[in-house]
């Protein structure tokens, strides 16, 4: 017997056996050689037998997949679920679930304060329990006008929790505050793969902290879903570098496609920082590379186009149409106004879209627009910075900090891929909200949540393992006192909301830095709580911000995380004016609850020229009927009986609400109303189908003058209800400005609960 093995390498083990003639016979075949047969046949033994050669990457590499054992038996769910990974410590189980079970307290804790949240897409969830049709397609209403502006598939969640358990505001938001669970779950599923429980652990809290990912994890809009599923596909293409393996890299090309059929071309923002990752650091030959991203794409228009290919191909007289196009067209809904409009500001139909993009291109760079400051510092100004940026700038700082640990490691270091797989992902969807001219809310900024917690994690744990370099220590002390400082900022934007909570952060942040630095000099005790120290001011400002936005009821299209007086997003600052060269533009703040911002009736106040407006609160020259309603608010309280404006929906009185639903089923809709918004109130009020005409903005084609005559001498309409929408904006259709102005040339108007109404069958 004899063995080699050179550094490095597996043990090789060779034996001689003496065999005898017979075994000769038996093995030989004709014309073979005895030295054929008896030559040693090499057995290899792979670990745990032979110890792994050192490596710059060895460690997870070198452990046993999640949940099997060091002899590769796949261990029990009951297990995995208790125990969790073998090699992990007894204490991260108990720490994951307690971390999952207070995300879902701090997700659902009086989930049904906010109503219907969003009454837009929970008139279309309501929509969907009556209507098979309307499920697919994604209808505003269940007589199948016109369809929300975003795909169906967004709401499919939502519509199947209503449908099992009835259309309430729990059966609505319990399945988004879910999702929020979730979401942390696979972020430290996806960051513990390959690292430390640690690094899983504060990667997850970071994401579950984060005010905007609590806002719209407790939110009806379709953000919390395409969130969900890009982390998902994180995932996939993490277990996908692992081995190159095809079948896992499609799956994340399947899920991207998915997340598409939420927001459209929002899902696809990840995708470059994917195919960079993958193929940089997958371990497999370049062009298998090429070919397996080759075979993702196919994945990703598969699972993306079915249902927009459905939808084009379904004659357009039988199904509703596309609400947000002025064309009745999904591809023109995908590419404009939910696509490359958003990046320039030409979206026809919207509001004050092509007025954003000409006050951006007028600014340049860092110019503003009706929806922030065009440039980096968006995403750190006063609409913005409150909702996530509060560990952008650690996040960005572990970044460079991963990227110059692995600069010498092979090319496929799973720790560089990482840092490019979650810094690729953070940087693009953050260059696109930060420089986009069109409609930006700040909100959309939840897609960046679980890359800044999974950076954070990755990159804080690893400094943290090197502590003992001065370098290190350094790092880990200017992220935590940067951190610190950055929560102070953000919090004294809210100056009268807590103060003693700015202190503490920056007293925790400086007494955190100083132990880090000093290290040496403390016993392992002392850093420990350094340790905790740096964790504190970092997650502080965030948490008490996030509690925050738990407390409050949301409502409106344009939420905003943080307490009551906080900056909102996309409209009034603390003091209900608008930031920068806006303010004062769009009225002042109404009464009620804080954060519904109903502008002055007939239009928009301002000085001459602002946005074509006219002072003492004209009508703008260029956006008919003024600005009617909350533009801009995020309060819960919608303005009694009138239309809630474009935003915001009506709370109908009773008084309406029984003359709405007398004879109710006799009509195709009870009611018509100008805008989804000012439409989903009534609709949501009486559970019957309400007409939106003109869609989400009041300016889509749907339906024409003569197509609502039609209904009209049909009797399928029974009231018109006055007000709300804008009717035009931005070069849309006037096909409802039309239709008012038809129904109070031809009908009597009356008032009931402070709302005018047109009865269409008299």
């Known amino acids: 017997m004899s063995s080699s093995r050179a550094p490095g390498e597996p043990l090789r ?68 679920l208790v125990r969790g990974r073998p090699d992990d410590p007894p204490w991260v189980r108990p720490a994951l679930l307690t971390l999952l079970a207070a995300t879902g307290l701090l997700y659902l804790w ?3 304060a906010s109503g219907w949240a969003n009454s837009f897409y929970s008139a279309a969830v309501q929509a969907s329990t009556k209507s098979w049709k309307a499920f697919f397609f994604g209808s505003f209403d269940a007589s199948n006008l016109i369809t929300v502006d975003k795909p169906a598939i967004s709401l499919w969640p939502m519509d199947i929790s209503a449908r099992l358990f009835g259309v309430n505001a729990w059966s609505i938001l319990v399945p988004q505050a879910l999702m929020g669970v979730a979401t942390v779950g696979l972020v430290y599923a996806t960051v513990r793969r390959w690292f430390t429980p640690a690094a899983g652990l504060l990667a997850g809290a970071v994401t579950a902290l984060t005010p905007v990912a609590v806002l719209m994890f407790r939110y009806n809009n379709p953000d919390a879903f395409l969130v969900l599923l890009l982390t998902a596909a994180t995932y996939a293409v993490t ?13 994340a090309g399947a899920l991207v496609g998915f997340a598409f059929l939420t927001k459209y071309l929002q899902a696809l923002l990840v995708v470059p920082a994917f195919a960079v990752v993958y193929l940089v650091a997958a371990p497999a030959s370049f062009w298998r590379r090429v070919r397996q991203l080759c075979m993702a794409a196919a994945s990703v228009v598969v699972a993306g186009g079915w249902w927009v290919a459905t939808v084009e191909l379904w004659p357009a007289a039988s199904r509703p149409y596309i609400g947000g196009s002025q064309n009745n067209n999904v591809l023109s809904l995908i590419f404009g106004y939910n696509g490359f409009g958003r990046i320039t500001g030409n979206e026809t139909g919207s509001v004050t879209g092509g007025l954003a993009a000409r006050a951006g291109r007028a600014g340049g760079p860092g110019g503003a627009s009706v929806w922030g400051h065009i440039g980096w510092s968006r995403l750190f100004n006063v609409q913005f910075g409150g909702q996530d940026a509060w560990l952008l700038p650690a996040a960005l700082a572990c970044t460079v900090a991963i990227v110059a640990m692995t600069r010498r490691a092979p090319r496929t270091d799973r720790t560089r891929a990482a840092g490019l797989l979650w810094g690729g992902s953070l940087l693009v969807s953050g260059a696109v909200i930060s420089f986009s001219q069109g409609i930006i809310h700040p909100y959309y900024t939840v897609a960046l949540a679980p890359a800044i917690g999974a950076l954070v994690g990755v990159g804080g744990t690893a400094l943290w393992a090197k502590r003992d370099r001065l370098s290190s220590r350094l790092t880990i002390a200017a992220v935590a006192l940067g951190s610190g400082m950055w929560a102070a900022v953000l919090l004294d934007r809210t ?19 100083i132990a880090v630095v000093v290290g040496p000099r403390l016993k392992r005790l002392g850093m420990v709580f350094a340790g905790v120290g740096c964790v504190a001011a970092a997650l502080l400002g965030p948490t008490t911000y996030s509690v925050a936005t738990a407390a409050q009821p949301h409502a409106g299209a344009i939420p905003s995380a943080g307490p009551s007086g906080a900056s909102l997003g996309g409209g009034p600052g603390p003091n209900g004016r608008i930031p920068g060269p806006l303010a004062g ?43 009617p309603g909350a533009v801009f608010g995020r309060g819960v309280g919608s303005r009694p009986g009138g239309g809630g404006g474009l935003l915001g929906s009506p709370n109908p009185s009773p008084t309406l609400v029984r003359l709405l639903e007398t004879n109710a089923s006799r009509y195709t809709w009870v009611a018509a109303a100008v805008g989804s918004n000012n439409a989903a109130g009534y609709q949501l009020a009486t559970g019957d189908p309400v ?70 069958t008299s």
């Not at 030559?39 to 999640?66: K, Q, R, W």
């Not at 277990?239 to 095809?246: C, D, G, I, M, N």
Request: proline content about 13%; hydrophobic content about 35%; glycine content about 16%.
């Open 495 to 513: 100056p009268s909301w807590h103060p003693w909570i700015r202190t503490t952060v920056v007293a925790v942040a400086v007494v955190a830095a």
């Open 110 to 112: 009086d989930l049904g």
């Open 691 to 760: 007409m939106s005409l003109g869609g989400f903005n009041g300016s889509d084609p749907a339906p024409t003058l003569a197509q609502f005559q039609g209904d009209v001498a049909a009797r399928k309409v029974h009231y018109f209800i006055g007000g709300g929408g804008l009717g035009v904006a931005n070069g849309g259709s006037s096909a409802a400005r039309q239709i008012t102005t038809w129904v109070e040339t031809h009908f009597t108007s009356t008032t009931v609960g402070g709302v005018t109404v047109y009865d269409l």
């Open 585 to 627: 533009r769009f009225g002042s703040r109404g009464q009620g609850i804080p954060g519904g911002f109903p502008g002055p009736p007939g239009g928009v106040a301002g000085p001459p020229g602002a946005f074509g407006g006219a002072p003492n609160g004209a009508p703008p020259a260029n956006v008919p009927n003024g600005f």
């Open 13 to 80: 083990v060779t034996e001689t056996l003496p065999l005898g003639p017979e075994a000769c016979i038996a093995t030989c075949a004709p014309g073979s050689s005895a030295a054929a047969v008896f030559s040693p046949a090499p057995i290899t033994l792979h670990p745990p037998f032979v110890e792994a050669p050192e490596s710059p990457t060895a460690g997870p590499d070198d452990l046993p997949p999640p949940g099997e054992d060091g002899r590769g038996q796949r261990r029990p769910l009951p297990t995995r």
């Open 239 to 251: 277990r996908a570098l692992e081995r190159a393996s095809t079948r896992w890299l499609a799956f």
